[in-house]
T-cell receptor
Framework: EAQVTQNPRYLITVTGKKLTVTCSQN?????MSWYRQDPGLGLRQIYY???????DKGDVPEGYKVSRKEKRNFPLILESPSPNQTSLYFC??????????????FGEGSRLTVL | AQSVTQLGSHVSVSEGALVLLRCNYS??????LFWYVQYPNQGLQLLLK??????LVKGINGFEAEFKKSETSFHLTKPSAHMSDAAEYFC????????????FGTGTRLLVSP
C-alpha cells in the first residue's frame, strides 16, 4: 500500500530536549516536505526536499532541521524544542510530475506538545 | 505573492443540503488551484485540482469546483451533503517555482447535521 508514515504520532516532551520526527514514504517520490498545522493558520511549510541531499527552507524554518540522506526518508529534527513548536506536523511527498502540479500525499500527522 | 483566502472558518449544513465552501485566490499568473480534505485524525488528501484545462473540475465524493478568473474564485460545491462529508477543507494555490510549492488557506470546517 502506497503511504507516507510518520512516527511518533503523539509526543509530549519538555523544553530543550532534542527530538526527531521520522517520515518515510514507499512511493519512490523525489519531493518531500514538512508542514505544521495550527488553528486559524492553516498549513505552513517548514522545509522541503526536491531529492536526496537537496533541502531548502519553507516559510517557517526557525528551530527546525532536516536531512535527506535517502530518497525514502525525511526526518524533522527539533534540536531544542520550545513551547511555540507545539503543533500538528505533517510530512508529505510527491512524484516529479505530481510535484509540478501540487498533488501531495500526506502522512497521518504527528501531534507534538512541548511543555 | 500567491495566496488564498477561505471565507468562513466553519460552515454548517443539514444532511441533503447544498454545500458551498468559498475560496478566493491572489495570483499574478494563471494559478494551479486545489482543494484538499482532512478527515478527523487523518492527513490531508486531494479532493480536486484545477490546472488550466476545464474550468469546472470534478473531484471525489461528488464534489466539484469552478474556476472563475473574473472573480478570482475557486469555490467548492456539492449538491447534497452527507454526514460523511464532515471534515476540514483546505484550498491551496501552487506557486510556480519548478517543483510547485503549495500555499494553503486557513481551512473551513464543514459540520453536517442530521
Amino acid at each position: 500500500e502506497a503511504q507516507v508514515t510518520q512516527n511518533p504520532r503523539y509526543l509530549i516532551t519538555v523544553t530543550g530536549k532534542k527530538l526527531t520526527v521520522t517520515c518515510s514514504q514507499n512511493m519512490n517520490h523525489e519531493y518531500m516536505s514538512w508542514y505544521r498545522q495550527d488553528p486559524g493558520l492553516g498549513l505552513r511549510q517548514i522545509y522541503y526536499s526536491m531529492n536526496v541531499e537537496v533541502t531548502d527552507k519553507g516559510d517557517v524554518p526557525e528551530g527546525y532541521k532536516v536531512s535527506r540522506k535517502e530518497k525514502r526518508n525525511f526526518p524533522l529534527i527539533l534540536e531544542s524544542p520550545s513551547p511555540n513548536q507545539t503543533s500538528l506536523y505533517f510530512c508529505a511527498s510527491s512524484s516529479g510530475t505530481g510535484g509540478k502540479t501540487g498533488e501531495l500525499f500526506f502522512g497521518e500527522g504527528s501531534r507534538l506538545t512541548v511543555l | 505573492a500567491q495566496s488564498v483566502t477561505q471565507l468562513g472558518s466553519h460552515v454548517s449544513v443539514s444532511e441533503g443540503a447544498l454545500v458551498l465552501l468559498r475560496c478566493n485566490y491572489s495570483s499574478s499568473v494563471p494559478p494551479y488551484l486545489f482543494w484538499y480534505v482532512q478527515y478527523p485524525n487523518q492527513g490531508l488528501q486531494l479532493l480536486l485540482k484545477y490546472t488550466s484545462a476545464a474550468t469546472l473540475v470534478k473531484g471525489i465524493n461528488g464534489f466539484e469546483a469552478e474556476f472563475k478568473k473574473s472573480e478570482t474564485s475557486f469555490h467548492l460545491t456539492k449538491p447534497s451533503a452527507h454526514m460523511s462529508d464532515a471534515a476540514e477543507y483546505f484550498c491551496a494555490v501552487s506557486v510556480n517555482t519548478g517543483f510547485q510549492k503549495l500555499v494553503f488557506g486557513t481551512g473551513t470546517r464543514l459540520l453536517v447535521s442530521p
